[in-house]
């Protein structure tokens, strides 16, 4: 008798999963080649190439760079990394350690202004303090006259050029086309933009100013002061995707565990630290999306083995904060982390929370905080549509599973439960859908993050000529502009009550 024995048992490596949701997360750990107790499927082996069919494009798209994963000094050497700045540097361009000089030496000035200003009344009456006596952050105020800082840095011997060169002065022109030199902040509290990678957390890179409280956005003319928050525009040193406003501040709590929660703004980023006592660092991208250079930043303070939520968001409960929030998502989960979410109540973002209720609402968020995952699909179902309807069932998987995909296997099982129940679905269809999108994630994270994040952008655009036919047509205007009009980098405009009384230019 040479064939099998009939009575034998079954191999047990060859019986069906009781549960197919064992099945579809041991498919998935066997794809992604981490352990399962049993494997559905022979892992894949890798398809043969001739030397006329694989190039070096075919291997980078087989084998993606993680543009997140530490860099070596060796992995560096005899790479052209493109920067034309760094082969042939301007030699008229200032020095960074002259700008970082400069910058001390404003903030210092700024410092001495604050007392006497609106600012330190506007802070208390925000964070119950002014700041003057906190041993990391520190706040100063620039005067509006439009030229008190020239005057001040000049007599201490800085030229305009330089000035100009590290942001803290723009030049302006007059009606009859001569020019002049002008404080590029005027009227504003100001706080200083420190360098992430200074050990001593004192070099610092720019500023970010908040605009006079008694102006608005509706303000026309002679009384429009500038946006609600002006960042110091680029320069040799400070460029936005590369700082996070907060982070120097708060590097020694992250280092002892706080939880870094990202916020929109820096008053935001200053309730959630001083308002949670240093349990959470609060930590702004000033009002940028979020980059790989400053997710790296926090990548250091996090353990993707067994901490990849101890991250959190908390944008303002409006829309625009939700897409914030979900822009966020993506760009958190492209980096292997699960970000949680602090709910806020509606109308409040964390700086007026922190004003109006206190330490203890800024503390009972962050203890409740929930996958910021599970807020995204609760939403998809509030907003879909009905259930009931073909289409909207399928864009609800869809998105869905997308949103599962790229939390991580491990929390697809309660996923799948979740879904099945509130939508009544057949046992394998959110599964199937869960392992496709995580499978094409998988190819190249970057890439599939910022497919969705575009997606999200062409929503927004849709919301918007819905109720407002003639934006297509005016953003459309404002693309050609940007593209055959060559202007100076300048951020605020000019006012009339601006002092122009400089020397021409």
Known sequence: HHGPDVDAPPDPDFLPPEDADDF???????????????????????????????????????????????????????????????????????????????????????????????????????????LTDHTTYTVGYAPGGGRSLIRHMTNHGATLDELEQAGLVSLRERNDGSTYYSDFFKDRLVLPIRDPHDPTGQAILGFVGRRNPTKTDDDQGRNWAGPKYLNTRTTPVFTKGEALFGYAETRDLLAGGALPVLVEGPMDALAITLGSNGTAAGIAPMGTALTIDQIKLLLGHISLVDGRDRIAVATDSDPAGWTSARKAFWHLTAADLDPTHLELPDGLDPAKLFETEGADAINAAIENRGPLGDAMVDHLLRTAGHWSDSDVRQKIIHQAARILGSRGSENWLAGFERLRNKLHLAPGIIEHQTVAESMERDHDRQRYARARIDEINDESRKKTTKFDPQARGRATEQRLAATTTARRPETERPTADTDPSGPAH
């Not at 980078?60 to 992995?75: I, K, M, N, R, V």
């Open 24 to 130: 579809m997360a041991a498919f998935y750990r066997v794809q992604s080649n981490e352990p399962a107790d049993w494997a559905p499927l022979d892992e894949p082996t890798s398809p043969a190439y001739d030397d006329a069919t694989f190039n070096a494009a075919t291997f980078g798209a087989l084998h993606a760079q993680d543009p997140y994963a530490p860099t070596f000094s060796w992995e560096n050497e005899d790479i052209d990394n493109g920067d034309s700045r760094s082969a042939f540097p301007d030699p008229n361009e200032l020095p960074a350690a002259r700008i970082h000089e400069l910058n001390q030496q404003a903030l210092a000035y700024f410092e001495t202004c604050y007392p006497r200003s609106w600012a330190p009344d506007y802070m208390r009456d925000r964070l119950g303090t002014d």
